[in-house]
């Protein structure tokens, strides 16, 4: 039978039946009839949504983390038809994203109520965001096992989770891949590492198909080296260290987002991806283009002699990751292959700052 052939479902969805449909429906969301026939009101789209929702099981996403890039990958799916949800730790952080149009669970997995995540039973895909801390590591997979209980007979079979490419630790300037043997050189990078490990074994005990995404130094609108000169943030001792590498790696959230959608629709073999841009470079070239930026669109805007984010403390080479494996199998082209046009991109679609004084 065809997809749009089938009637609307007007019965509950057994999780059984969500999964047979879910092999068959690969198509973007139809109106039914009804809603070609009859004036909208707020009841009827509600109940036309979640018979929608029924009849379209396949797009279901759980953001475990609706951090930065969860965000943006929440509204851009949205916007694409998808039914989203996701998790903040605070009442007060759900407030302000309900407020944005979002549909938000409270769930802190170091005082976890796994209660609230029943909700994951009938989604069919999740993207976990949640970091790994440094004494305990990662705060989901430490109770794996309730976890997975909360998934038992449910609908997922998609599971991407965002890692870093600090596991590789420090390649003295070298070019690494995804083969590259991880040298963690910190014990946050070394829970990461574990984090990663853990997410792909659970993945496949669920028999889901799991990907581990390795992101470079996040960046996009609210989030750059525009908005860090112009807020006059103190960059920690560490993050000057960094400033000092001669190659640090980083992405556009846009290009993030971008990458979760290809790894949705396409047959790939790999596990484990990096997903950077084509340009690693030194922080110090990055705020330097910056600054450089700032100056062309707001002349005297900044104090331009400003070093204070240079430290004279050794960085270290660092890494030149590669990205050949993400561009080649999910045949991904680059939004941003260079911080040069992700910051002028960002530059040009900004209002001109107030900037606090001091
Ligand atoms: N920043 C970078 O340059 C960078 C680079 C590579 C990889 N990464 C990693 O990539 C992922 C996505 O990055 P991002 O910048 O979007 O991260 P982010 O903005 O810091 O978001 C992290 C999310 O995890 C949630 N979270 C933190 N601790 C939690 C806990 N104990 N229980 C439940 N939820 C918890 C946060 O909750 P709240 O919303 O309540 O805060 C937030 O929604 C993160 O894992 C990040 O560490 C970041």
Redesign the pocket.
């Known amino acids: 039978m065809k997809a749009h052939a089938l009637p609307a479902a007007r019965f509950p969805a057994t999780p059984a039946l969500l999964r047979q449909n879910s092999r068959h429906f690969h198509s973007p969301k139809f109106l039914t009839l009804s809603s070609l026939t009859s004036p909208p009101t707020t009841t009827h789209l509600k109940s036309e949504i979640d018979a929608n929702k029924m009849e379209f099981p396949d797009k279901q996403m759980f953001i475990?983390?609706?951090?930065?890039?969860?965000q943006l990958f929440a509204q851009q799916l949205k916007n694409e038809g998808w039914d989203v949800a996701g998790?903040?730790?605070?009442v007060a952080?759900k407030k302000v994203l309900e407020q944005k149009g979002f549909d938000i669970l409270v769930?802190?997995?170091?005082e976890p109520e796994w209660k609230v995540l029943d909700r994951l039973r009938c989604c069919t895909h999740l993207l976990v965001?949640?970091?790994p801390t440094v004494d305990i590591g990662d705060?989901i997979l430490q109770r794996a096992e309730t976890f997975k209980a909360s998934l038992a007979d449910g609908n997922l079979r998609w599971l991407c989770y965002?890692?870093?490419?600090?596991i590789y630790g420090d390649a003295s300037g070298a070019w690494v891949d995804e083969n590259y043997f991880p040298k963690p050189s910190n014990n946050l990078a070394k829970m990461r590492l574990e984090s990663e490990e853990g997410w792909l074994k659970l993945g496949q005990d669920l028999g889901l198909s799991t990907y581990v995404f390795r992101?470079?130094?996040?960046y996009g609108p609210g989030r750059s080296a525009i908005d860090t000169i112009l807020k006059k943030e103190e960059l920690s001792e560490r993050q000057k260290r960094r400033a000092n590498r001669n190659f640090t790696s980083r992405v556009h959230v846009a290009d993030i987002c971008q990458v979760l959608k290809a790894s949705i629709s396409t047959q790939i073999q790999r596990k484990i991806y990096n997903v950077v841009d084509d340009d690693p470079a030194s922080r110090i070239e990055v705020f330097a283009f910056a600054q450089q930026l700032i100056q062309q669109r707001w002349p005297g805007l900044i104090d331009v002699s400003d070093n204070s984010i240079i430290s004279k403390l050794p960085g270290g080479a660092g890494k030149r990751v590669s990205n050949a494996h993400v561009k080649k199998d999910l045949g991904v082209q680059l939004l941003y292959p260079s911080y040069r046009s992700g910051l002028q991109s960002i530059i040009h679609n900004m209002e001109k700052p107030i900037l606090r004084c001091g």
């Open positions: 475990l983390g609706m951090g930065y890039v969860g998790t903040c730790t605070s952080k769930f802190d997995a170091m965001s949640v970091p705060p965002l890692s870093t490419t600090s992101l470079g130094g996040i």
